[in-house]
């Protein structure tokens, strides 16, 4: 088998509402990842078109998610932090992968099924692409690991199914150019830890969405501790106290969600937080849990909005990454087209 330099790539869509799903299931662990690889993280612009926006608040939103990555304590110096459509080669390849994916494919991807609804001639025809654009901004970095939330998946294993397809549509052509037998790694998810599915607060069965109209669902990243105690005093629970073991979860999916959300923002098991709060009563698990949020999570939301209030050094930093990220990008489409055979200068 070809190797590859380990290389971390991923993504989040500037749509608003960041949460703290978006912060456990992606953005924290970015921040872990920054120790032990090359990484890359990409404000997803040309995603968000997907689905309409207001030009004006997209450009805020864009701001937004660059400042909590570098709030969180993702270093843009080490490592890259751009946003997507600065560098061209995202849609370039995304085409290529066009032409690779079949229908098949990505009719089967859940995500587009619920986020087109019953309306699905409406849909966009980028909203139905969606999957192949994403992997292209992986692949455009033959990133070979890619930290993300479970609901991502299967969008990851599409990724992966569209490079193996490259690597052997194209078998001849990328050996006859020298670069071995496979041009694209198979990049790996890493969708770990405790809070790899953070549940809305009103409801154990939905996922934490930016997108739904109840406020209380979700703990933004900008919420204020008023706000954050608010919202977790006032999250559904049933009448039992915590149980002392992780099976004792089962079939309690809104203690399940407290209890994953409390370990991942203490880096602990939720074995380890049973062991500490088993037989407590929810108003006692509550009030730590109101603590540890407020104390994890005001520090970022505060650094978030300092930030914020200084547009010109989040768009440097932008451009910076941006640069950086197009050499990398642009060599991969060299690569790219001599292996498909087109003609460009040299
Ligand atoms: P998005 O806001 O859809 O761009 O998501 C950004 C990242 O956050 C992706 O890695 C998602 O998988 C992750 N994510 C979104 N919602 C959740 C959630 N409720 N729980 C865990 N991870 C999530
Ligand atoms: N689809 C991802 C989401 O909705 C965002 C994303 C776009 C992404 N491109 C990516 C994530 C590449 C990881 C790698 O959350």
Redesign the pocket.
Same mark, same amino acid.
């Given at each position: 088998m070809a190797t590859f330099s380990q290389r971390v790539?991923?993504?989040?869509?500037p749509t608003g509402n960041l949460h703290l799903g978006n912060y456990l299931g992606?953005i924290q662990r970015f921040v872990e990842l920054q120790e032990r690889y090359e990484c890359i993280y990409?404000v $997803?612009d040309l995603?968000a078109i997907t689905v309409p926006q207001k030009p004006a608040e997209l450009t805020r939103q864009i701001r937004e998610v660059t400042a909590a990555f570098l709030a969180a304590g993702i270093d843009p110096r080490r490592h890259i932090v751009f946003n997507q459509s600065q560098v061209s080669a995202h849609a370039e390849l995304a085409w290529v992968f066009n032409c690779v994916a079949r229908m098949g494919w990505l009719n089967r991807m859940t995500?587009f099924k619920e986020k087109a609804g019953k309306d699905r001639e409406n849909a966009s025809v980028g909203l139905f692409t969606?999957p192949d654009?994403?992997a292209a901004?992986?692949l455009v970095y033959r990133a070979t690991h890619?930290p $993300?939330?479970d609901?991502?998946k299967q969008?990851l294993e599409l990724t992966r199914d569209i490079a193996q397809k490259f690597n052997n549509d194209y078998r001849e052509s990328i050996e006859a150019n020298g670069f071995g037998e496979a041009y694209f790694p198979l990049p790996e998810a890493l969708i770990q830890g405790p809070a790899r599915r953070v549940m809305s607060l009103r409801d154990g069965s939905r996922k934490m969405s930016k997108s739904d109209p109840s406020d209380y669902s979700r703990i933004n990243l900008t919420d204020s501790a008023d706000a954050i105690a608010q919202k977790v005093r006032k999250a559904k629970t049933d009448p039992l106290p915590l149980p002392s073991e992780e099976a004792g979860l089962a079939d309690r999916p809104e203690a399940d969600n407290l209890v994953g959300i409390y370990a991942a923002l203490a880096g602990r098991t939720k074995a380890e937080v049973l062991a500490e709060f088993g037989g407590a009563q929810f108003s006692a698990f509550k009030s730590a849990l109101v603590d540890l949020s407020v104390a994890r999570l005001g520090p970022i939301g505060a650094e978030m909005r300092r930030l914020m209030a200084d547009e010109a050094y989040i768009d440097s930093v932008l451009v910076d990454g941006a640069n950086r990220a197009r050499a990398i990008a642009e060599q991969t489409m060299k690569d790219v087209k001599d292996i498909l055979g087109f003609i460009r200068a040299r």
């Open positions: 790539f991923s993504g989040v869509q992606a990409c $997803v995603h995500q969606y654009l994403m901004d992986i890619v $993300v939330g609901d991502q969008h």
